[in-house]
């Protein structure tokens, strides 16, 4: 045998060991053929920039017949679809601030003398933190509209009057950073966490504090607290020079962002305890976190505005703790809403905290067998 | 195997540190304990002796209520265990075959750490950590990180950590299987230290010369309890005579010898073989010189006092019916 088949045959020995063990290790095996998979239909229906069926409110101010017009003219663009009526543009600029609805329409009370003369018929007030979402209404500005009872056409410059809120100058760091705050916290919390307990385990050290009066319960909060102040390190030095690098206002009040990053730090690192009795080693516990990141940072709204997502897409972006924190994150930092604004999503995530915590100390057996 | 004693003693309520009866563990199909029947004094070394995967281990995992047996029952210092196993922790001690305290915390900061986890008073902890560090003769390495020690002084530690909450049960798995002789003779003493002021110690080992010292001692062989007793006495009641034989060409021999029904096994030892000849064989030298004649022509045969090595040989492996039998 010459050298070079020698070398061949040595090859050959490490590539089949390699295989063998890579069809032992079940989990990464699947990871062969899951993350492909998953990728392939997260992208495909996530990217999705042409944003369909906005939901928006209207204040009409006017009571006419072409309003009503207007209004099935705008939802006959596919772009928008009317789902609140409010009294008045105080109401409706809550309901922007709460988060209820992307953008209000407000039809003036001299709504049929504007249609007689060249001035914009009506006012979009738009949220405009989410700057796709802010594009994609700014597109209906020069929409044509014809009452029909115009002598000639009324060559106007814009149908609407713009008020682009919280970001007028349509930055993206200022949709961004915020949103960074959950990807950035969803990777890390979730992978110290698992990898701190597996480590544990593959270590032995395990073996012996099972022998020890410490309980399951006492474990897994021990293991947690530590990085509850690192997720705050985190946040500090993202939204912090966020606000001083990138221009990213604050409007917000400090205790409730501070509440609000608690209560999804806990979400995660509860993610990151699940995953912990999941995975049996170090390798096993990065992949599964890398398996939730990805969803976590396409399907979120991070990215690609949850609206514009099917809803098969929408439900998945439900179960994530990502999409509830982002929501209140944007709201908390760019819209200055409150938590009580925000009940749903914080609710979801101290649910979602208990019932993880009480699942993975029930998978957590303090017993060997 | 069946205890003739068993009924009897069951009335006399005696106190044992451990006792097991019909004790077993089954993990799917494969038996990893079968009807272990063990009773274990106070203040007493006890060895489990046996090959890698005897159910050395799971036998203390079922003792220590880490694990639940699928019969039998197990009382472990006057407590029911599984049930009791969080109220057994607290006076338990348990030393794990692989070290497993934390290799990127300082020796010190490991026994700190353990002392905090049993809840030891604070006040006298630093006391107790420093009176552990100079019984383990880990003064000089108290600022160590514990992967930076020696595989003596790692053991040294992982004992002085066991025993910092002064258990009345201290269970060891394999203490000294990385630890080199002089270091696995030291050790021994701290555990006859420890014994002496009333720790009872369950140990498991696969060396000869560890299972001698202990006072009393279980072989196991596939999860079946061999023989018991102590050591002394196990190698008195051998049930088997042994003999030396020197000589040239000593593998033929030990080939030979091995196809007559009458001798248990051989084992070459340097220039000697040494042979098990059963019990019924009064004198095992003339019987050879007899018997056999061509094959100990010209070599010296003495009979020798019984090792604990020939009776591990003796009641395992293809020997083990045979030796039961005998031994009944």
Redesign the interface.
């Known amino acids: 045998m010459n050298a070079f088949s020698q070398s061949l045959q040595r090859i050959g020995a490490i590539v089949f060991k390699e295989l063998r063990q890579l069809t032992r290790d079940r989990p990464t095996f699947g990871m062969i053929v899951m993350v492909p998979l998953i990728q392939l239909l997260l992208f495909g229906f996530a990217i999705n920039t042409n944003v369909r069926d906005l939901p928006v409110g209207v204040v009409d101010l006017s009571h006419t017949q072409t309003a009503r017009a207007l209004i099935s003219d705008l939802t006959a663009t596919q772009v928008v679809s009317f789902t609140e009526t409010y009294q008045t543009p105080k109401q409706a600029e809550d309901a922007i601030r709460r988060g209820h609805v992307h953008a209000v329409l407000v039809i003036p009370e001299d709504f049929g003398q504007r249609l007689q003369d060249q001035r914009p018929i009506a006012q979009w007030l738009i949220d405009g933190s989410d700057t796709m979402v802010g594009n994609a209404l700014l597109a209906l500005q020069q929409m044509p509209f014809a009452s029909g009872f115009e002598a000639q056409p009324i060559a106007r410059k814009n149908t609407f009057e713009v008020a682009l809120f919280f970001n007028p100058e349509r930055r993206s760091a200022i949709n961004i950073v915020p949103g960074l705050v959950a990807i950035v916290l969803t990777m890390t919390m979730v992978m110290f966490t698992s990898a701190a307990l597996v480590r544990e385990r593959e ?12 309980r399951s319960s006492e474990i897994m909060i021990g293991k947690i607290v530590p990085y509850i102040f690192v997720g705050l390190i985190q946040v500090s030095i993202i939204l912090g020079l966020g606000h001083l690098i990138f221009d990213v206002p604050i409007n917000g009040r400090l205790d409730q962002l501070v509440l609000g990053v608690f209560a999804f730090i806990s979400a995660s690192l509860t993610l990151g305890l699940l995953v912990s009795t999941i995975a049996k080693t170090q390798l096993q516990a990065m992949q599964l976190t890398v398996f939730l990141l990805i969803p976590s940072i396409l399907l979120s709204g991070f990215m690609f505005p949850y609206e514009g997502m099917p809803k098969a897409a929408q439900w998945i972006a439900e179960a994530l703790p990502a999409t509830h924190f982002i929501r209140m994150v944007r709201a908390i930092v760019l819209r200055g809403a409150t938590l009580e604004d925000l009940q749903p999503d914080l609710w979801w995530l101290i649910g979602f905290t208990v019932l993880g915590v009480i699942a993975a100390a029930s998978r957590f057996k ?4 | 195997m069946t205890d003739p004693l068993l009924g009897k003693e069951k009335t006399v309520a005696q106190d044992w540190a451990i006792e097991t009866i019909g004790m077993s563990r089954r993990f799917g199909d494969f038996v990893a304990v079968d009807q272990l029947d063990l009773r274990i004094p106070h203040k007493t070394i006890y060895g489990f002796l046996g090959p890698n995967g005897c159910g050395k281990s799971t036998s203390m995992r079922l003792i220590t209520g880490l694990l639940t047996p699928s019969a039998g029952s197990v009382r472990v210092l006057g407590m029911d265990i599984p049930e009791q196993a969080e109220l057994l922790r607290r006076r338990l001690g348990y030393m794990t075959q692989k070290f497993s305290l934390y290799d990127d915390l300082t020796v010190q900061e490991n026994l700190r750490f353990m002392a905090q986890i049993y809840n030891l008073e604070s006040r006298s902890v630093k006391q107790l950590i420093d009176s552990q560090l100079s019984r383990y003769q880990l003064d000089e390495r108290k600022t160590r990180l514990a992967g930076a020690l020696s595989g003596g002084q790692r053991q040294r530690l992982a004992l002085a950590a066991a025993t910092l909450h002064q258990p009345e049960l201290l269970i060891l798995d394999e203490p000294t299987s990385a630890v080199d002789p002089e270091n696995r003779r030291d050790f021994w003493e701290k555990l006859f230290d420890l014994c002496d002021s009333g720790t009872t110690i369950l140990v498991s080992t696969h060396y000869m010369d560890e299972a001698e010292r202990c006072h009393g001692l279980a072989i196991m062989e596939s999860g079946v309890k061999r023989a018991d007793g102590a050591p002394a006495q196990l190698m008195r009641e051998l049930g088997a005579r042994v003999v030396e034989i020197d000589g040239e060409n000593l593998r033929l021999l030990k080939q030979q010898l091995g196809e007559l029904p009458e001798v248990v096994s051989t084992a070459q030892q340097g220039t000697h073989l040494r042979v098990l000849i059963k019990e019924s064989i009064d004198e095992p030298e003339s019987w050879l010189r007899t018997t056999h004649p061509a094959l100990v022509a010209n070599r010296q045969i003495h009979a020798v006092r019984p090792s604990l090595e020939d009776v591990f040989v003796h009641c395992t492996g293809s020997n083990a019916a045979d030796g039961q039998g005998a031994r009944q």
């Open positions: 270590r032995g050290n395990l073996e012996l504090l099972i022998t020890t009066p410490v303090k017993r060997l067998d």
